[in-house]
């Protein structure tokens, strides 16, 4: 499975009156690994030219608490490719003092291989598709 663990550096604006990070943080941890996950398997160039891909769809669980002082990770998973999108699944997990891991926030992503001269959709290109199947 093509995975990207990115760390995430967290700011104090991030954390609401309770100490937990509030859902909009929540969802720039995920695009920080998202575009953590494009740079590596996709097209490290990708946002110096033309051709892209554009976030059509999110979708976000909590399941525990992400709370102040803990360490987080983003970790992003292809799921699969499609004929013009690219669905990935990403979670981020806090790490406790005793190295075990715990799932916070579930998400799943689709995201669509954009022409922006054109601005339209095209079929993910066949170079992409390999990285990916790789």
Same mark, same amino acid.
Not at 34 to 51: D, G, V, Y
């Given at each position: ?12 604006? /991030? ?7 509030n859902?909009?943080?929540q ?6 690994g998202r575009i ?5 398997h ?5 946002f110096?030219?033309?051709?892209r ?5 999110v ?7 992400l709370?102040?002082?803990?360490p ?13 999108s690219?669905?990935?699944r ?11 891991e715990?799932?916070c ?9 954009? /022409? ?5 959709a095209?079929?993910?290109? /066949?170079?992409w ?5 790789l």
């Amino acid at each position: 499975m093509i995975t990207t663990r990115t760390p995430i550096q967290a700011r104090f604006g /991030d954390y609401d009156l309770f100490g937990h990070v509030n859902n909009v943080s929540q969802q720039q941890y995920l695009d920080i690994g998202r575009i953590a996950f494009i740079n590596e398997h996709i097209c490290p160039e990708m946002f110096r030219q033309s051709l892209r891909v554009i976030l059509v769809s999110v979708n976000m669980d909590f399941v525990n608490q992400l709370t102040m002082g803990c360490p987080v990770d983003a970790i992003t998973e292809l799921e699969s490719v499609g004929t013009k999108s690219i669905r990935l699944r990403q979670t981020l997990v806090k790490r406790l003092d005793d190295g075990t891991e715990v799932v916070c926030t579930r998400s799943t992503s689709v995201l669509v291989a954009w /022409d922006t001269s054109t601005q339209q959709a095209v079929p993910v290109p /066949d170079e992409w598709r390999r990285r990916l199947t790789l």
